[in-house]
């Protein structure tokens, strides 16, 4: 967060009610004026919105944790244990980003393409916290991934890698967001841990970018890495392959 400027409590409880609808029509045509013609408004407000998403995600996710106590934790990346109840709440917003895909893809006519608009949607993410540490960049950016804002968390995130090249977590996704906006350079960065057997994210990876090839019409290349991907979905994609 730009900790530049200051936010007095009544300039921030005026732009929580323009981004919770708390406005009148006319006071909220007033703001957005205000947010055209001020940078600094629009940045304060921006980073607002992300902190409130960031906040009542963590909220909901503990409201699931108290509800599912006695389901076994699951280990995630970067050393969180999550309960397996927010798995289901960061599971939920690829629903919507399904949508998205299929409707992208519907019209496109060769048959590789259509498989795998069947089989892909974007990685979910990770579970964000938004609090004051060393992560809230990497949070950050999260939430604007998850929100569909793939270039804003591609900035943060590749910026990142400038001083962690061989960090995984960011390089898988990295490649995520590039393959959400339907980029090659997705493929640098997944192939980069569909290599590393010792990454958490080695499976995923090499299913993403399975699909990504399989999408080229890179059968060859596509069929190794989804067969080592081991993804639920796997069988169908190789037997579809196989057909071709």
């Known amino acids: 967060m730009n900790h530049n400027y200051n936010i007095s409590p009544e300039e921030l409880e005026k732009i929580e009610r323009f981004i919770t609808g708390g406005m009148s029509s006319a006071e909220a045509k007033e703001f957005e004026e205000l947010l055209n013609n001020n940078a600094q408004l629009r940045e304060k407000t921006d980073e607002i919105r992300l902190l409130l998403i960031g906040i009542s995600e963590h909220a909901l996710s503990e409201k699931l944790d108290d509800f ?21 709440l960061i599971a939920a917003s690829v629903l919507a980003i399904a949508f998205v895909t299929i409707w992208w893809f519907v019209g496109r006519k060769t048959d590789d393409e259509a498989l795998y608009a069947r089989l892909y949607s974007p990685d979910p ?26 270039d804003k968390a591609l900035k943060a995130w590749t910026g990142s890698l400038g001083n962690h090249p061989t960090n995984d977590t960011l390089n898988y996704f990295v490649g995520a967001a590039y393959q959400a906006k339907n980029d090659d350079r997705c493929i640098e960065y997944l192939e980069k841990v569909a290599a590393d057997t010792s990454s958490v ?44």
Do not use: C
């Open 68 to 88: 599912h106590k006695e389901v076994p934790p699951v280990e995630m990346p970067r050393g969180r244990v999550v309960p397996l109840g927010r798995k289901l």
């Open 125 to 150: 993410g990770l579970a964000t916290v938004m609090g004051n540490s060393s992560e809230y960049d990497f949070d950050k950016a999260m939430v604007e991934y998850k929100n569909g804002e793939y």
């Open 201 to 244: 994210f080695n499976k995923d990876a090499s299913w993403y970018l399975g699909l990504y090839y399989l999408k080229s019409g890179q059968k060859e290349k596509a069929y190794p890495y989804i067969q080592q991907s081991g993804h639920p979905k796997s069988s169908e994609a190789l037997k579809a392959i196989n057909k071709k």
